[in-house]
C-alpha cells in the first residue's frame, strides 16, 4: 500500500470555451489531495484498493440536479507512451475502470483524448466493492484480468468528490503515471 | 400530420444508424421497418406511424411521436364556450396525446382564420382520463355520505338498487321531486339527449341551473328578450372600437381571444373594464380600472355622452328601441290601448302620433297582432311629454321613455360619474368620446358580467350605448355574450316520440295539438307572427305541457335552507320582503315551484359537481342533502358532490363516446366527439346508463302495476312505458349512442345534412345556417347560410321582425310595478350590498384558466403549473398590511363562518378586493370549506317578475339568480391548518432524497 | 472516438418568432411540449418550454442570474438550479388518500394537496400574475414564453467537454447526442438562458429537439402549431417568402432575447406594448406601463425602435393605411405562419403547390 499525492487536473487544458474560464484556478489546489493505492496482482488480474478522505459521501443522486456522485477510476496506457493528463490521444489511447458510487457495477473506459471517454459496461470479470466508514471512501477493484496494464505496467489514479460539484474533467489525479513494479 | 391538408406519402430513406448499440434506456423489439412515412390526417385510410428499431437516443424521441391511428374528437359535455377539434392519437389502445386538429377556414377575406382552437386544458384531457380521480367500476358508499368508504358493485346490483329507490320517491313524492342539476355540463349528443330525455319522460323537474351557476345574463333579458346574444368571434375583428367590460378572454376564452389582438394590429382600440389588471387588460390601449360594481354609472355617462354630442343614430333608435313609447307619468306603466278606448287592448302599447295629435299604436308590441315593426305613416318622437286623454275623459301627462331616459341620462355627468367609479375625469372622457364616435363599438361581456346581484342593471346600461350607437345588427359592432347556433334537433328530440322528421317540424308535431298547429300555421302565412316567435312560442308552450320545470335557485329558496338568510340579505335593497316576491309570483305562475310536495327526494348528477358550485354550501349539505333518499353521481371522475353520493356511476370520458360539442356561436362549426376507445373499464356512457335505468324502472313499474303519474306537465307519465318512450318505441337500444347523434344531427337543418361517417373523418362541420331559433338562443341572423361572419340581429334590424320582449323593441323601460316601485325601470346605478356583513374586503372571482369548472381542477398536470392548493390573490400592499406571506395561509371569515385558504401576491388585484379563480372543490381545501361556505348567494326579486312577453320563467330566461360577487369578507394571517395526516405516513414519499 | 469539437457551421438555421403583444399565457405551448417529450420520472420537473410572468423570477428562478455568459458576452461560471428552491419539483399529489377517506383522525379531513410535510418551496410557475408596480398607477406584468434558442453560437455546445452537443446542417438545430453525454451539465452551467436540464433518471443532459421528429416531416414544433393565441412563426432564416425572413430581417421587428450574451439566438421576439401609466388623480400619462428600460435590459437598445415601428404601423392602419408589418403581425392564414419543408427532399416543395 502505498500514498500517492494528487493534484488538481489542468482546468486549461479542457475542451471548449467553457470550463477553462469558469472553473480558472480551480486546479490551484486539488479537491482530494491524496489517495492511497494497493495494488496486487492476482493470477491474471489484479485486485486494486484505493483509500481516500472523504467527509460528505454522495452514494445517490436520485432525483437532485445540482449534485453529482463520488467516483473513482484506474488508468493505464492502451498504446506504449499514452499520455495520462491528456487522457491519451487519437493514436495512443489509454484505457481504465470506472467505480461509480451509485453504480454496483464498473464501467470500462477507454480514451483517445480529453473529451473522449467512452464508456461500456465492464467485462464479466471486473468488479468492485465499496464502503464510506468514517470519512474515507474505500474501494476495491477486482479484476479477473487487465492486459494493458499487465504490458504497460504503469496505473494512474482519478478521484471524484461529488459534494463540491467533481465530474469530467474537474478531478485530482495522480501527479503522473504510477509504476505497479515492486 | 401535414401542413396545408394535402394528401402526401413520401418514402423515406433509411435512417443511418449512428454511434455504438449502446441505448441508454429501454430498447424495442426488433422487426419493425426503417421507413418514415408523410402523414395526412384527414386521409380517410390513415396509416400509422411508426419508428425504427430504437439504435440511438434520437429514435427514442422519434418514438414518442408515433400513432397507431388518428381518431377526431373533443371534449363533448364540458362546459366550454370556446369548442375546438382536436386529433386523438390511439397507440396499442391508448389515448396517448391529443392535438388541435386545426382545419377551421377563414370565414371571409379580409378576417383571420379560426385555427388552430383549443388550449392546454384540452391539450392534457388524457391527464384527467387516465389520471388518478377517474373511476371506472360502479361503487356503492359504506360509510357516511361524505367519508369516502365506497365497495365496488356490479352495474346489475346498482341499476337494480338505483331504479328501485326512483320509483319509490315517484311514488311517495311525485315524480317532480326527481332531480338532475341540468348543466352547466352538457352536450348536444347523445350523453345529454340520455340525461335529458329521462328527466323529461321520468317527469323530474327541468331545473335550469343557468340563473343558478350565475352565468345569466338578465340584463340582455330584460332589454333584448334574449340572455345569450352574439356572433362568431371572427366578427370581433370587424369592429372599432372593442370594449372588454366584465369579461377576461385572456383567460376564458383562450381560442378567441387572438381575434382582439389582431384586431388592435388591425387599427382597432382595445378597451378594458376591469378593477383588475387582468391578463387582457395588458393588452389594452385603454385600462379602466373603476371601482367594483360601478359598471353602470360609467355606462350611464357613456350613453348620456353619445347621446348629448350627436351621436345617437336617431332613425335607428326610433324604429329599434323603446324610446318612442309612452308612458304615464301618474302610474309609471306603459300607455295602453285599454287606458284610451273601452274594450280596448291591455298590452297594446302606445307612441306618439304628432300628425294627429294623439297617442298611435306600436307595431310589434306585445298586444299589437303586427309582428314587423315598421311604422307607417308617421314619425314618432323619441322626446316629448304630452296630455293624453284617457278613456273616461280625464287627462294624464305621458312622456316617452326617450324623454324619461335621457332625465336619468343627465345625473351622469363625468363629475358625478368620476365620484362613484372613483376614475379621474380624463379616463371617463375618453372612454366615452372613443364609444360615441367609433363607427362599429362592440361589447364583450360574458359569465363575469352576470355576477353582481345588480349585474342586469350594468348590463342595460352597456346594451344602452351600443343602442344610441345603432350597434345591433350592424356587421362588426353589437354586443358579444356568448350565443349557440341552433341545433334544433336536440331539444326537439328531448321532447319527441319519434324520429325521422326535422326541426320546427319535429316541435310542431310533437307539441302542439292538430288545431293549434293549424292556427300557428295561419299566423305565419298572414305574417302575424314570424317565424322565430312561433318556433319561441312552441318552446314556452311545449315545456309548460310537458315537463316541471323550474330555476335551481328557486329550488335552492325553498329547499335549501337559505330563505332567512337571503331575505335577510336584500331587506334593505327593495321596498318588500324577498318572500313576498316569491309568494306573488308563485301565485300569479310567473316563476314555479317544483318539487310540488317540497324538496328533491332523488338526484343524479351529471357530472357538474353542484356541491362544489352551490353557494351557502353548508345549509345545502344540512338541510337540502339530507333529505334526498338517493344521491346518485354519474361522473367520469371523483370529486365532492360524488364523495356526498350513495352510488357512484362511472361515465365514459369525452373520448370514449359519441358526443356533440354544444354549438357555440364563436365558432360556428359542429364539432363531434368520436369514441377513439372504448369506455375505460366498465364505465358506460350516458345514453346507455338511462337506457339501463329506464328498462330497471320500467320493469318495477310493471311489476307493481303502477297507475301513470300525473305530476307534470299535461300528458300522463306512465312509467310502465318508460324505457319504451325513452327509446323512442325502441328505435334505440342501450348501444346506439351514435345513432342517437346522428339522429340529433338529421333533425337540424342548420348541420347541412353531414353524417356522422363524415364527421368521424372530418370532426368539424360549419354550419349553413344559424338554426331554426327552437332554444331561446340569440343569433336571429335568418340570412346566414354559412358563408362569412355570424352577425346577430339582423333578423330585427333588417327584416324589421319584433324583438322578443314586450315592447317588441330593445326595451329600456320595464314597466313591471316592482320595477316601477323599485326604481329600477329604467336603468340606473347601485352600489354592490354587502353580502354577508359589513367586511372590508370584497370577493371577487373570475373563471380561471387551469380547468373547465372543477374536470381539470386536480390534475397533477395543471396544478404543478400553479400552487398545488386553492389561493386567494391579494394585492402585496394590502397582504403585507395584514401580515401575510406570500404563499402564507389566512382565515377569510364573514357572517356566515369561516375557511381557511393560502394568500398569493399579485399587482393586478385591486386593493380591497380578495380575488380568486373558481371552481375549486371543497376536498382541496382545509376541513373540506370552500369559500362557497361565506358566499350566501343572494337573489335579486325583481327577476321573480312575469306577465310581460319577456318577463316570466322559462329555460334560460328569467329566474332566479344566485350572486356572489356582492360577498364580503374579512381577512386575517392564520397559522397552518392542521393537517390530519401530519403524523401518517404519506402515501408517496417526496422525492426529496437525501444523499445516503 | 475522437474529441474533434463540433461545428457550428450550417446549410441553413431553422427558427421561431413569438409575438408578445398575444401572449395569453395559457401554457398550451408548455403543456404540448411536456406531454410530447418530458412525461418520464427524469425529466418530470423540465419544462423545454415555459411560459414566465415578467417581472418576475423566471424558472427556473432567477434564471438570468445563474448563467454562463455575462452582459458582456464573456463566459463566467454557471450554476446547475437545484429542482426544491429553483426549478420547483414536480408535485406529487394525495389523490388515493384524499378520494378513498383514507388516513387521518376521523374529525380533522386529509384535503387534497403536494404530498410531503411542508409546502413546495417553489413551482415551475409560481410566481404567475404577480408582476410589479403599484396599483392602479404603474402595476404592470407581460408573459414571456421561453424556449431554447437554438443559438448560431451555443453555450451548451461550446461548454460541453465530450463536444456532445451539436448543431444539425441542414437546420441548426441544436441536439444533446445522448448516447454521448456523460451528465456533467457544464452545459446546464454555462446555457445563461437556462435551457438545458439534465433528465435525473438517464443522467444525461436534456433539451428543447425543436421536434425534430416532426420538423423532418414539415410538421411545426408542438409549441408553435399548438398556441391558441397564433403568436408563433416558424420558418428558415433564408426563407424570403417567409414570415421569419420578413419579421426578422426585412423589419427587424422581432429580435432576440439578451443579445448581450452573444451567442446569436434563433428565437426571436416581437416586444410587448402595454397600456399608460396612471398618474396619482388617475390619469394617463404617455408612459407605457412596462417601462422602456426594463424592455431594454432584455431586449438590447433595439428594443426602442421596435416599439416605434410597431406603434408607426398600426397607426397607419388606424387611418385606413395599409401595411404589410401588420398583415404578418394578424396572421390572416394561420398555415403561412409555418413554413417547413419535408426534410431530405430533393423534389420541389409541396407546400408550394398549396392553393
Known amino acids: 500500500m502505498t500514498v500517492h499525492k494528487l ?26 489531495p491524496s489517495a492511497s493505492l494497493d495494488l496486487k496482482p492476482v493470477g491474471k488480474g489484479y485486485r486494486i484498493g484505493l483509500q481516500w478522505e472523504c467527509p460528505n459521501p454522495i452514494k445517490a443522486t436520485g432525483s437532485n440536479t445540482d449534485i453529482w456522485v463520488d467516483a473513482c477510476a484506474v488508468l493505464t ?33 477507454l480514451a483517445q483524448g480529453l473529451g473522449s471517454v467512452h464508456r461500456q459496461p465492464a467485462p464479466e470479470g471486473w468488479k468492485a466493492s465499496s464502503s464510506w466508514d468514517n470519512g474515507v471512501w474505500s474501494v476495491t477493484f477486482e479484476l479477473d484480468a487487465w492486459s494493458a496494464l499487465t504490458a504497460h505496467k504503469q496505473i494512474a489514479l482519478a478521484v471524484w468528490r461529488g459534494d463540491v460539484q467533481d465530474r469530467g474533467g474537474l478531478k485530482s489525479v495522480s501527479e503522473g503515471w504510477i509504476s505497479t513494479e515492486p | 400530420m401535414a401542413n396545408g391538408g394535402k394528401s402526401r406519402f413520401k418514402r423515406r430513406t433509411f435512417l443511418k444508424w449512428t454511434g455504438a448499440a449502446v441505448a441508454a434506456g429501454a430498447a424495442a423489439a426488433g422487426g419493425i421497418h426503417l421507413f418514415h412515412f408523410r402523414y395526412d390526417a ?22 414518442r411521436w408515433t400513432w397507431d391511428d388518428v381518431k377526431k374528437g373533443s371534449h363533448g359535455w364540458v362546459n366550454c364556450r370556446s369548442a375546438c377539434e382536436w386529433d386523438l392519437y390511439v397507440k396499442n389502445g391508448i389515448v396517448v396525446r391529443e392535438e388541435q386538429t386545426a382545419t377551421y377556414e377563414q370565414s371571409e377575406p379580409g378576417v383571420p382564420d379560426f385555427n388552430p382552437r383549443g388550449c392546454q386544458k384540452g391539450a392534457c384531457y388524457t391527464e384527467v382520463m387516465y389520471g388518478p380521480s377517474r373511476i371506472t367500476t360502479p361503487m356503492k358508499r359504506v360509510g357516511e355520505r361524505g367519508s369516502g368508504q365506497w365497495e365496488q358493485i356490479s352495474w346489475d346490483q346498482a341499476i337494480s338498487e338505483i331504479a328501485e329507490k326512483f320509483v319509490d320517491v315517484a311514488q311517495e313524492f311525485g315524480t317532480d321531486a326527481i332531480y338532475q342539476d341540468l348543466g352547466p355540463h352538457f352536450d348536444v349528443g347523445a350523453t345529454s339527449m340520455g340525461r335529458f330525455r329521462f328527466q323529461a319522460k321520468a317527469g323530474g323537474v327541468f331545473a335550469d341551473n343557468w340563473g343558478e351557476i350565475g352565468d345569466l345574463n338578465f340584463g340582455g333579458v330584460l332589454t333584448l328578450g334574449a340572455a345569450h346574444v352574439g356572433g362568431s368571434s371572427d366578427e370581433w375583428f370587424l369592429s372599432d372600437y372593442l370594449v372588454v367590460w366584465m369579461m377576461n378572454p385572456s383567460v ?92 280596448g287592448k291591455p298590452k297594446l302599447l302606445q ?23 315598421i311604422v307607417e305613416g308617421f314619425e314618432p318622437p323619441i322626446e316629448g311629454t304630452f296630455s293624453v286623454k284617457l278613456k273616461d275623459g280625464s287627462s294624464v301627462e305621458a312622456a316617452t321613455v326617450g324623454t324619461l331616459l335621457r332625465e336619468q341620462l343627465q ?13 379621474a375625469p380624463e379616463v371617463i372622457e375618453t372612454f366615452a368620446d372613443g364609444f360615441a364616435k367609433a363607427e362599429r363599438p362592440m361589447v364583450l361581456s360574458s359569465w363575469g358580467s352576470n355576477r353582481f346581484v345588480h349585474s342586469d342593471l350594468m348590463n342595460r346600461t352597456k346594451l344602452l350605448c351600443l343602442s344610441l350607437k345603432g350597434a345591433f345588427g350592424k356587421k362588426g359592432a353589437g354586443y358579444q355574450a356568448t350565443a349557440f347556433v341552433d341545433l334544433t334537433g336536440f331539444p326537439a328530440l328531448i321532447q319527441s316520440t319519434r324520429v325521422g322528421l326535422r326541426g320546427k317540424i319535429e316541435m310542431l308535431t310533437n307539441i302542439g295539438s292538430p288545431s293549434e298547429v293549424v292556427n300557428l300555421i295561419v299566423d305565419g302565412v298572414k305574417k302575424r307572427r314570424s317565424e322565430i316567435d312561433i318556433t319561441m312560442g312552441l318552446v314556452r308552450e311545449g315545456e309548460g305541457k310537458t315537463v316541471c320545470s323550474t330555476g335551481q335557485a328557486t329550488i335552492g329558496y325553498y329547499h335549501q335552507g337559505i330563505k332567512d338568510d337571503l331575505n335577510r340579505e336584500m331587506k334593505d335593497e327593495y321596498p318588500r320582503s324577498l318572500d313576498s316576491y316569491y309568494d306573488e309570483s308563485i301565485e300569479k305562475g310567473w316563476q314555479n315551484d317544483h318539487p310540488a310536495s317540497g324538496p328533491p327526494r332523488a338526484y343524479i348528477s351529471g357530472g357538474a359537481n353542484l356541491l362544489r358550485r352551490t353557494n351557502h354550501t353548508r345549509t345545502m349539505l344540512e338541510e337540502m342533502w339530507p333529505k334526498l333518499k338517493v344521491a346518485v353521481s354519474l361522473d367520469q371522475k371523483m370529486c365532492f358532490t360524488g364523495m356526498h353520493s350513495d352510488y357512484y356511476l362511472p361515465a365514459a370520458g369525452y373520448y370514449e363516446k359519441s358526443g356533440i360539442k354544444y354549438p357555440m356561436a364563436y365558432a360556428p362549426y359542429l364539432h363531434y366527439c ?21 328498462k330497471e324502472m320500467e320493469r318495477i313499474a310493471q311489476e307493481r302495476n303502477l297507475e301513470p303519474f300525473t305530476d307534470c306537465g299535461e300528458e300522463p307519465i306512465d312509467y310502465k312505458e318508460l324505457n319504451k318512450t325513452f327509446s323512442f318505441q325502441g328505435r334505440f337500444g342501450p348501444k346506439d349512442a351514435e345513432g342517437v347523434s346522428a339522429a340529433i344531427i338529421d333533425a337540424s337543418p342548420a348541420a347541412g345534412g353531414v353524417t356522422i361517417a363524415e364527421l368521424k373523418n372530418k370532426g368539424i362541420h360549419r354550419f349553413v345556417s344559424a338554426g331554426d331559433s327552437i332554444a331561446p338562443t340569440a343569433i336571429y341572423n335568418t340570412d346566414w347560410n354559412g358563408e362569412g361572419v355570424l352577425n346577430p340581429f339582423t333578423y330585427f334590424t333588417k327584416h324589421k321582425w319584433r324583438w322578443p320582449t314586450q315592447t317588441g323593441r330593445q326595451q329600456y323601460y320595464i314597466d313591471h310595478p316592482w320595477f316601477v316601485e323599485a326604481g329600477e325601470s329604467l336603468p340606473t346605478h347601485r352600489e354592490s350590498p354587502k353580502a354577508g356583513g359589513d367586511h372590508p374586503f370584497q370577493l371577487i372571482s373570475g373563471h380561471c384558466r387551469w380547468s373547465i369548472h372543477s374536470v381539470w381542477r386536480d390534475a397533477t398536470m395543471m396544478l404543478r403549473l400553479q400552487r398545488g392548493e386553492p389561493v386567494v390573490y391579494l394585492n402585496p400592499k394590502d397582504a403585507e398590511k395584514l401580515g401575510i406571506p406570500d404563499d402564507g395561509w389566512s382565515e377569510l371569515s364573514n357572517d356566515y363562518g369561516k375557511m381557511y385558504m393560502l394568500v398569493k401576491y399579485s399587482t393586478m388585484v385591486r386593493p380591497g378586493v380578495a380575488y380568486y379563480f373558481h371552481a375549486w372543490d371543497p376536498l382541496q381545501f382545509p376541513n373540506h370549506e370552500s369559500y362557497k361556505w361565506l358566499i350566501p348567494g343572494i337573489q335579486n326579486p325583481m327577476h321573480l317578475a312575469g306577465g310581460a312577453r319577456h318577463l316570466g320563467f322559462s329555460i334560460n330566461f328569467l329566474q332566479a339568480g344566485s350572486f356572489v360577487q356582492d360577498t364580503r369578507v374579512s381577512i386575517r394571517a392564520s397559522a397552518e391548518p392542521p393537517r390530519a395526516d401530519q403524523d401518517a405516513p404519506t402515501p408517496e414519499a417526496v422525492h426529496e432524497e437525501v444523499p445516503a | 472516438m475522437t474529441s474533434k469539437r463540433p461545428s457550428t457551421e450550417v446549410d441553413r438555421q431553422i427558427a421561431m418568432v413569438l409575438d408578445l403583444n398575444k401572449c395569453l399565457n395559457c401554457q398550451t405551448c408548455t403543456v404540448s411540449c411536456k406531454k410530447l417529450w418530458n412525461q418520464d420520472e427524469g425529466t418530470d420537473y423540465t419544462y423545454w418550454n415555459n411560459v414566465e410572468t415578467l417581472p418576475g423570477t423566471g424558472y427556473p428562478k432567477h434564471w438570468p442570474e445563474i448563467g454562463g455568459r455575462d452582459d458582456k458576452g464573456g463566459v463566467k461560471q454557471g450554476k446547475v438550479p437545484n429542482v426544491d428552491s429553483e426549478y420547483g419539483r414536480a408535485w406529487n399529489f394525495n389523490h388515493d388518500t384524499v378520494y378513498q377517506g383514507k388516513g387521518g383522525k376521523k374529525s380533522l379531513k386529509v384535503w387534497l394537496r403536494p404530498n410531503g410535510k411542508q409546502r413546495p418551496k417553489w413551482g415551475a410557475n409560481w410566481d404567475e400574475d404577480h408582476g410589479e408596480g403599484s396599483y392602479p398607477e404603474d402595476n404592470h406584468y407581460f408573459y414571456l414564453p421561453r424556449l431554447c434558442n437554438h443559438c448560431t453560437h451555443p453555450a451548451c455546445l461550446d461548454a460541453c467537454p465530450r463536444g456532445s452537443i451539436y448543431k444539425r446542417p441542414e437546420d441548426g438545430i441544436v441536439l444533446v447526442d445522448q448516447d454521448r453525454c456523460h451528465g456533467y451539465r457544464f452545459c446546464v452551467e454555462a446555457c445563461p438562458y437556462k435551457k438545458v436540464y439534465y433528465d435525473t433518471q438517464r443522467q444525461v443532459a436534456a433539451k428543447c429537439i425543436f421536434c425534430f421528429p416532426r420538423v423532418e416531416e414539415g410538421e411545426a414544433p408542438a409549441c408553435a402549431r399548438q398556441c391558441p393565441g397564433r403568436l408563433r412563426f416558424v420558418g428558415f432564416v433564408d426563407d424570403k417568402e417567409g414570415p421569419i425572413w420578413k419579421l426578422v430581417h426585412k423589419w427587424k421587428v422581432a429580435i432576440p432575447l439578451h443579445p448581450e450574451y452573444g451567442l446569436s439566438p434563433n428565437v426571436f421576439y416581437v416586444p410587448p406594448m402595454s397600456p399608460p401609466k396612471l398618474d396619482a388623480q388617475g390619469r394617463p400619462t404617455g408612459e407605457p406601463r412596462i417601462s422602456p428600460a426594463y424592455l431594454e435590459s432584455l431586449f438590447g437598445k433595439d428594443v426602442h425602435r421596435v416599439l416605434a415601428i410597431v406603434e408607426a404601423e398600426r397607426a397607419k392602419k388606424k387611418q ?9 403581425l394578424i396572421a390572416y392564414d394561420w398555415n403561412e405562419n409555418f413554413r417547413i419543408p419535408q426534410q431530405g427532399s430533393a423534389e420541389k416543395d409541396p407546400l408550394d403547390d398549396r392553393a
Open chain 1, 7 to 32: 493534484i488538481a487536473a489542468p482546468v486549461a487544458l479542457q475542451p471548449g470555451g467553457y470550463v477553462k474560464v469558469a472553473y480558472e484556478g480551480r486546479d490551484k489546489a486539488p479537491t482530494t
Open chain 1, 77 to 109: 496506457p492502451a498504446a506504449a507512451g499514452a499520455q495520462w493528463i491528456t487522457m491519451g490521444s487519437e493514436t495512443l489511447p489509454v484505457e481504465g475502470a470506472l467505480w461509480r458510487a451509485d453504480r454496483e457495477d464498473l464501467h470500462a473506459i
Open chain 2, 42 to 63: 384527414t386521409d380517410p385510410d390513415p396509416m400509422p406511424r411508426t419508428t425504427p428499431t430504437l439504435g440511438s437516443w434520437q429514435d427514442l424521441y422519434r418514438q
Open chain 2, 252 to 343: 376564458t376564452q383562450i381560442s378567441d381571444a387572438h381575434f382582439l389582438y389582431e384586431a388592435r394590429y388591425n387599427g382597432a382600440e382595445l378597451v378594458v373594464i376591469d378593477p383588475q389588471y387582468t391578463a387582457t387588460a395588458i393588452h389594452a390601449d385603454q385600462w379602466v380600472p373603476l371601482r367594483t360594481g360601478t359598471d353602470a354609472a360609467l355606462g350611464m355617462c357613456t350613453a348620456r355622452h353619445i347621446w348629448d354630442s350627436g351621436a345617437i343614430d336617431l332613425e335607428y333608435v326610433r324604429e329599434q328601441t323603446d324610446l318612442p313609447f309612452l308612458v304615464r307619468l301618474d302610474t309609471g306603466r306603459f300607455l295602453t290601448d285599454a287606458d284610451l278606448v273601452d274594450g
Open chain 2, 351 to 373: 307612441m306618439w302620433n304628432p300628425k294627429d295629435g294623439r297617442p298611435a299604436p306600436a307595431p310589434g308590441s306585445e298586444g299589437s297582432d303586427k309582428a314587423q315593426i
Open chain 2, 411 to 423: 345625473l351622469w355627468t363625468v363629475e358625478a360619474t368620476a365620484k362613484v367609479t372613483g376614475l
Open chain 2, 674 to 694: 368520436d369514441a377513439a376507445v372504448p369506455p375505460l373499464g366498465e364505465s358506460k356512457d350516458e345514453w346507455e346508463v338511462y337506457w339501463l335505468l329506464t
Open chain 3, 320 to 328: 385606413g393605411k395599409p401595411s404589410e408589418l401588420m398583415d404578418l
